[in-house]
């Protein structure tokens, strides 16, 4: 900039005067065009990143909406010759989430309390914390592959919804246990010790105070990680199956293998569906495929919009009782 | 009434003397308080008869000794936080196990897995290269890809509209992150694959690629840094914002020098987290990647394989024991360590970044 | 029969004490080590003493250089002094709460009822049970008022029916002068209440423990002045029950409303105590009386 250099050779001549010979108002327009150079590059990319949003939604609906709305499709089991349906996916995804949730979330709770509450500061808590945090960082198919012998062979559950279901719970271990230890920081520290400063224990604390006074975060989070169970797939292609049962709703007997709510059966959810119609290239796949994936990403949104209205709820219902 | 320094032994406490003569010490402006309802239930029959028992018979019924309880309640979580931590150890005993054992048992040499360039496990041959190649062209190519869009919405939510970012933009994105991977490698195998066929014509081949691949993640890992990246940037204290403001600086030298520089630690923690998704990722790549496990990918436009996807379409066709079964558990070794190379990473960072801040 | 008669019949701590400390012979005999001989003697007569009590965070950072003081029955003793400089960590450690921060390190003789309590094995849960603490913040939980106050009792076995129940917390709440104001809202939640009427609801809330000593950190700091003249009387009377009152406060002027007894601590050090009348009228040392007149504050 030829002004910053006149600025520099009249420095050494005349220091006192130097800094009239900057050109304050042309640095000051460079600047200002500068920012607002910067404020319309940084709208476009907010704008990129909705339109991105938006269509990545409306791409997945519109190619999967007309085959869910066809009569039959939510109903009809996939073994259905002539209009297979997704019916025994759609029983098994929820049915799965139960069980994961089940198992996962008493455990991530019981750990989660260990850690805000009653973890010495020894190398015991980090040894566990390091823990969590590798299993968080794992990817969902070497989970899969060590569910696939550990559960699957080792433990001698087979290709059942209970091993998937265990895979899924250390998937969602890890989400769970930040979500509740964090919600239990966030009660303030006072609701604590005014309890334990009255002879209580810990125990007594955490179960009457702290949980009560956490419990919408916790109950947002829970929702949050079930949307996030519920779309995968890695971890259950080799520890849950890629075929689905043949179901038997009327079945009474829970131990046959054709009975819904036998958890030793193989299932097949919708997000292992999507994946094995793609690998099977049969036509009219495709369709069946988006629309599973169109149900699979409404019922995502659902759980996560849930979610946050279901935390908003409680927590005004805790304020304002 | 006894004093520090001296004078114990001679002044005797006089409790009861004391009570009545604390009137005279109090200013006068302090009323009696009378004692209100005294006619009432206080003087029933429960209180005379709780006269006669001393302070630790006051128990009226047996209730679980507060020490026993505690223990309980540490059994149980202990309990809980320990079958968390001996899963996870077996685990990593198991991939370690499985997968050393090509090396050790079944002879393959640690050399040629990882610099070999053929992967063909029907046929015995072991390399990893291609793989690892894919791997990390991938991610690197889709964090490449993803930071700057995530760093600058991350830069307008926070500095530019914040109200509008709050309400509007971070509920959108984290309904993002929701979106399953497999609806992910749907729609990149539709769409992406089909622009790739348009852009370059017959040298793309079928449209899948590493490019494609690096694309469909960037995608996916995008909500996740962004997320991160919004909350490295809400977290910088605002006094730092007004300092430089008030030091006459726009609003994006402010952002340039001030915030970023103090984010730094975060955004980079954002970024590698977001890498760790990317090299993680299974299903959304092995739609669009082409799955050739067999030679070195030469182009971007190469259909290739990652770690993730030969291991997803090894397992499936390999029985338990065989030599291939034990070299697809070294790719999960390979994985499993490069999760653990990057959680180190992070460590690393968040060190650097508080001594950094002291 | 006269008030404090009256009260002293539901706080029969004179009795009380002689056979409490006769009920915890169990407890361990008082520490070997600093022990001047005459302590066991005089610590006896006290309710609540303290001999060189030093407090350390993070096993060097000392926060509390030795401290003795001593509490009475029915006496309220202010601790006063500028922000950080160890009353609220002297206070802490009268039940034990420091143990709660981790790396915390207590040391020296607390003397409850002539027994040391700062062992390893002294039973925290009985100790809390008759020493109770009010916080600045006032923190009732997330439950109604009733609930609130019935809340620890319940779980220390000492409700044993409806009746039982409904006395205490009608007693407790006429103790903390609440029970007007809140006799029909008694299971609407206790954060619909205002601020002052939450501290006194925590104070209700400790006394229907049946506590010997409550401590106060700083009760009124976050409230208005009129409801800190509420507490303050609150505070007056339950001395008068024979409860011994121990307060932090860093407002000079409430120490002399409130207070017999005042400590003046300074970074970390106790530097005098004595009769309130005669700290503030005639301090013996130069940073107490440069705090008084408002050098530093």
Redesign the interface.
């Given at each position: 900039m030829t002004d910053t250099s006149a600025a520099a050779a009249s420095t050494s001549a005349k220091p006192s005067v130097a800094i009239l010979d900057v050109d304050l108002d042309e640095h000051a327009r460079r600047?200002?065009k500068?920012?607002r150079i910067?404020?319309i590059?940084?709208?476009v990319?907010?704008g990129?990143?909705?339109a991105?949003?938006a269509a990545?939604v409306i791409?997945?609906l519109a190619?999967g909406l007309p085959e869910v709305l066809t009569p039959g499709f939510l109903t009809n089991s996939p073994l259905d010759r002539d209009n297979p349906g997704i019916s025994y996916e759609l029983f098994d995804s929820f049915y799965m989430l139960f069980v994961t949730l089940v198992i996962s979330v008493?455990?991530?709770?019981?750990?989660a309390?260990?850690?805000v509450?009653?973890a010495p500061e020894n190398w015991v808590t980090s040894?566990?914390s390091?823990?969590?945090?590798?299993?968080s960082?794992?990817?969902?198919?070497?989970?899969g592959?060590?569910g696939?012998?550990?559960f699957v062979?080792y433990c001698g559950w087979g290709v059942s919804i209970l091993s998937g279901a265990m895979a899924l719970t250390?998937f969602n271990?890890p989400i769970l246990?930040r979500v509740i230890q964090q919600a239990l920081q966030d009660v303030p520290r006072v609701q604590r010790d005014a309890s334990l400063a009255m002879?209580?224990?810990?125990?007594?604390t955490?179960r009457s105070v702290l949980l009560p006074a956490a419990m919408p975060a916790i109950v947002t989070g829970i929702v949050?990680s079930a949307?996030?169970v519920?779309?995968?797939?890695?971890a259950l292609?080799?520890t849950s199956g890629a075929a689905p049962a043949r179901l038997n709703f009327g079945s009474l007997d829970i131990t046959s293998l054709r009975n819904p709510w036998n958890i030793f059966r193989q299932a097949e959810t919708l997000?292992v569906h999507?994946?094995k119609l793609?690998m099977e290239p049969t036509p009219g796949n495709d369709a069946i495929?988006?629309g599973t994936?169109a149900v699979?990403?409404i019922c995502?949104?659902l759980?996560?919009?849930g979610a946050?209205m279901l935390g908003k709820h409680l927590a005004k219902k805790m304020t304002s009782e | 009434?006894?004093?520090?320094n001296d004078e114990?032994?001679t002044q005797?406490?006089a409790?009861q003397s004391?009570?009545p003569q604390?009137e005279n010490?109090?200013?006068d402006r302090?009323?009696r308080?009378?004692?209100?309802?005294?006619g009432?239930?206080?003087?029933?029959a429960?209180?005379?008869a709780?006269?006669s028992k001393?302070?630790?018979s006051?128990?009226?019924?047996?209730?679980l000794p507060?020490?026993q309880?505690?223990h309980?309640?540490?059994g149980?979580?202990?309990?809980?936080?320990a079958?968390?931590?001996l899963?996870?150890?077996?685990?990593?005993f198991?991939?370690f196990q499985?997968g050393l054992t090509t090396f050790f048992s079944d002879g393959v040499d640690f050399g040629a897995f990882i610099t070999g360039p053929h992967w063909i496990i029907e046929e015995g041959q072991f390399g990893a290269l291609p793989l690892i190649v894919g791997s990390f062209s991938v991610t690197l190519l889709s964090t490449l890809f993803a930071l700057?869009?995530a760093l600058?919405?991350a830069?307008?939510?926070v500095e530019?509209q914040p109200g509008f970012g709050r309400h509007v933009?971070q509920?959108?994105?984290?309904?993002?992150v929701?979106?399953?991977?497999?609806?992910y490698?749907?729609?990149g195998?539709?769409?992406v694959n089909s622009s790739m066929r348009a852009l370059f014509g017959s040298a793309a081949g079928t449209g899948a690629g590493i490019l494609s691949g690096a694309i469909v993640l960037a995608?996916m890992i995008?909500p996740t840094v962004?997320t991160l990246s919004i909350d490295a940037l809400a977290a910088v204290p605002n006094d730092y914002r007004e300092g430089s403001y008030a030091l006459g600086c726009?609003?994006?030298?402010t952002?340039w020098h001030v915030v970023l520089k103090s984010a730094r630690p975060s955004i980079m923690t954002a970024v590698i987290l977001g890498m760790?998704r990317a090299?993680?990722?299974?299903?959304a790549v092995q739609?669009v990647i082409g799955n050739v496990e067999k030679s070195m990918p030469t182009s971007l436009l190469d259909p290739a394989a990652t770690l993730?996807t030969a291991?997803?379409s090894g397992?499936?066709n390999a029985t338990?024991g065989s030599v291939q079964y034990h070299a697809?558990?070294s790719l999960?070794m390979l994985?499993?360590g490069m999760?653990?190379l990057?959680?180190l990473i992070i460590h690393l960072i968040g060190r650097k970044g508080a001594k950094g801040n002291d | 029969m006269s008030?404090?008669a009256?009260?002293q019949?539901?706080w029969?701590?004179a009795?009380?004490?002689a056979?409490?400390a006769s009920?915890?012979t169990k407890l361990p005999a008082t520490l070997e080590a600093p022990a001047t001989t005459?302590a066991p003697a005089?610590t006896g007569?006290?309710l609540l003493s303290t001999r060189d009590v030093t407090v350390r965070y993070d096993l060097t950072k000392c926060a509390l250089q030795p401290t003795?003081?001593?509490f009475?029955?029915?006496?309220v003793t202010a601790l006063i002094g500028p922000s950080g400089c160890g009353k609220s960590t002297f206070l802490r450690c009268l039940n034990l709460m420091n143990r709660e921060i981790p790396r915390c390190c207590v040391d020296g003789q607390i003397c409850y009822h002539g027994h040391n309590i700062n062992t390893k094995e002294e039973?925290l849960?009985?100790l809390r049970a008759?020493i109770g603490m009010v916080f600045q913040q006032p923190a009732p939980f997330r439950k109604s008022i009733r609930e609130n106050i019935i809340f620890a009792p319940k779980?220390?076995?000492?409700?044993?029916s409806r009746?039982?129940a409904d006395?205490l917390v009608?007693?407790s709440l006429?103790?903390a002068?609440l029970?007007?104001e809140v006799k029909d809202k008694l299971d609407y939640s206790a954060w619909a209440l205002s601020g002052g009427q939450q501290q006194r609801l925590c104070i209700a809330r400790a006394l229907a423990m049946?506590p010997?000593v409550i401590l106060f950190d700083e009760p009124c700091s976050a409230l208005d002045p009129v409801s800190t003249f509420a507490i303050e009387?609150t505070i007056?009377?339950i001395a008068?029950y024979g409860i011994c009152v121990v307060i932090v406060t860093h407002n000079m002027e409430q120490a002399?409303?409130v207070s017999?007894?005042t400590a003046f601590f300074y970074v970390g050090e106790?530097v005098?105590?004595?009769?309130?009348?005669q700290i503030f009228g005639a301090p013996k040392d130069q940073r107490l009386a440069d705090y008084l007149t408002g050098r530093f504050g």
């Open positions: 600047i200002r500068q920012d910067a404020t590059f940084l709208t990319i907010v990129f990143v909705l991105l949003l990545l791409y997945i190619q008493p455990i991530s709770l019981g750990a309390i260990f850690l509450e009653y040894a566990a390091t823990a969590i945090e590798t299993l960082s794992l990817p969902s198919i070497v989970v592959m060590f696939s012998l550990f062979v250390m271990i246990v002879g209580l224990t810990r125990w007594e955490t949050i949307g996030r519920f779309g995968e797939a890695a292609l080799f997000a999507i994946y793609r495929a988006w994936a699979l990403i995502v949104l759980f996560n919009v946050r | 009434m006894t004093q520090k114990e032994a005797v406490p409790e004391e009570a604390y010490v109090l200013p302090m009323p308080l009378s004692i209100k309802g005294e009432k239930a206080e003087g029933g429960v209180s005379k709780r006269l001393t302070h630790e006051r128990k009226t019924h047996k209730t507060k020490q309880l505690e309980v309640g540490l149980l979580t202990g309990t809980c936080v079958l968390v931590a899963i996870v150890v077996a685990l990593v198991m991939v499985q700057p869009i600058g919405s830069i307008y939510v530019v933009f509920p959108l994105v984290e309904l993002l929701g979106i399953p991977s497999v609806v490698g749907l729609i195998l539709y769409v995608v995008l962004t726009t609003r994006w030298q952002v760790t090299f993680g990722e299974t299903l739609f993730t291991l997803t397992l499936a338990t697809l558990w999960g994985l499993l999760s653990l990057f959680i | 008030d404090v009256l009260m019949k539901h029969p701590h009795e009380g004490a056979t409490k009920a915890t005459k005089t007569a006290h003795s003081l001593d009475d029955k029915g006496q039973n849960f009985d008759s779980r220390h076995g000492r409700i044993s009746s039982a006395e009608e007693t006429r103790q002068a029970w007007d049946r010997d009387e007056r009377s008068e002399t409303r017999d007894r106790m005098e105590c004595g009769m309130t009348k």
